[in-house]
């Protein structure tokens, strides 16, 4: 990581609290973010991670396990958390880092949509109204709102940042007070050294368990909102010889593996459950297929292109990464990823097509390279400085 220009009053070396519950790279998209950043940022500056899972080791870095009375209800956990972490990083820190629903941290990295866009977005009239009936008579959705609207309460020197540009006019139509102060730092990735080769292939299904065969992948651990119950239902109109693989959460396989079998299809569907390391799969896999419903970036479709996947990912309206992907040309976006019939035609093209899958795989390259994590964890960096630049305004 080059020298970001730092000014004047501030520590070339700063000693940062990272705040980020689980610190686990199977935890999901989110914590593969901050891992990320933390191995960039550690070679340079102090880190301290504050976590109530960890599954990480990186040197230079500083693990602080912060207890968990409760693992539930999850809204008292979070309040725990909140107050724990504020309490261990209120001194002693030039930047506390927050990926959490947590008041404490002069940045706050948002990974997901507001609890309050959730609950009110579209809403009007008696809707509106039953929705506030909920939030009243919830002490589980009092606590998320009550800290969210402290996470985002206006205060000097504070910096929010987001993972995609839709992602930061959701939130500023949610909280405006966010508009002015919010800045845009997508995932990255660790470009391998070149595209998968045949022998790599077939080194990384043997070590999966996967066959020979053409292999869909998809990778996410919410598998209902990840599109999986309609990927299903395509994959028993593909040839025969098309098996899928799933990477995610293990606690949604048995109800996905009754699809399945209702589909009749089990036994060309791969439950992989959670990987420490998603490679193998990416590298075992012919298409990475993201038929989401919600995904605020979708970090999963960077690190299969990365590996010269081709992908077929939801459209803009669903997926963050998206509206940066040029149809045809990086990926196969979907209009309608609930749409059976679009996603078995362009599944049907892309397997179908050698030409194809080579050109969407060689520009899927060429648009990870543009988001590599030293370039990630230099924007990252800058916005430390300009907090710190601002607080001693």
């Known amino acids: 990581m080059s020298d970001s220009p730092v000014p004047p009053g501030i520590p070339s070396r700063l000693r940062i609290a990272v705040l980020n519950r689980v610190f686990d790279p199977a935890g999901g998209g989110a914590e593969r973010y901050s891992i990320a950043l933390v191995e960039q940022l550690a070679q340079r500056h102090e880190i301290h991670v504050f976590a109530q899972q960890i599954r990480h080791h990186a040197p230079g870095v500083t693990y602080h396990l912060v207890s968990m009375p409760l693992r539930k209800p999850r809204w008292l956990n979070q309040l725990w958390y909140a107050t724990a972490t504020w309490w261990a990083t209120r001194r ?7 990926h959490e629903n947590t008041w404490q941290g002069q940045v706050q990295t948002v990974h997901v949509l507001p609890v309050k866009y959730n609950l009110f977005h579209g809403r009007t009239g008696w809707r509106r109204l039953l929705a506030w009936a909920k939030v009243w008579t919830s002490p589980r959705l009092l606590t998320y709102l009550g ?11 504070r910096c929010v940042v987001v993972t995609s540009a839709s992602l930061g006019d959701t939130l500023a139509a949610t909280y405006p007070v966010t508009a002015a102060g919010t800045t845009v730092i997508t995932p990255g990735v660790v470009l391998p050294a070149a595209s998968t080769s045949a022998a790599e292939k077939s080194a990384a299904r043997l070590q999966l368990g996967l066959p020979e065969a053409r292999c869909l992948l998809l990778v996410g651990n919410d598998y209902r909102k990840k599109g999986l119950g309609t990927l299903l239902t395509v994959l028993r109109d593909l040839p025969a010889d098309v098996v899928l693989a799933v990477v995610g959460n293990p606690g949604q396989i048995p109800v996905f593996e009754r699809q ?16 420490q390391d ?17 995904d605020t970036f979708a970090m999963v479709v960077l690190e299969a292109m990365a590996h010269g996947l081709p992908v077929v990912v939801s459209s803009a309206a669903y997926c963050g990464i998206s509206s940066l992907l040029s149809h045809g040309t990086d990926a196969l976006l979907l209009d309608n990823p609930q749409d059976a019939a679009q996603l078995a035609a362009t599944l049907q093209q892309v397997l179908g097509d050698g030409a194809l899958r080579q050109q969407l795989g060689a520009q899927a390259r060429a648009f990870a390279s543009r988001y590599q994590w030293p370039a990630i964890a230099r924007e990252q960096e800058a916005v430390y400085l300009a907090t710190l630049a601002l607080a001693q305004r």
């Open 278 to 294: 998603v490679a193998p799969a990416y590298r075992a896999a012919d298409c990475l297929v993201h038929p989401t419903l919600e």
């Open 260 to 275: 399945a079998q209702a589909e009749g299809v089990a036994g060309r569907v791969f439950f992989l459950g959670s990987l």
């Open 92 to 98: 002693g820190f030039d930047v506390v880092h927050s």
């Open 147 to 157: 800290l969210e609207r402290l996470r985002f309460a206006a205060r000097g020197g």
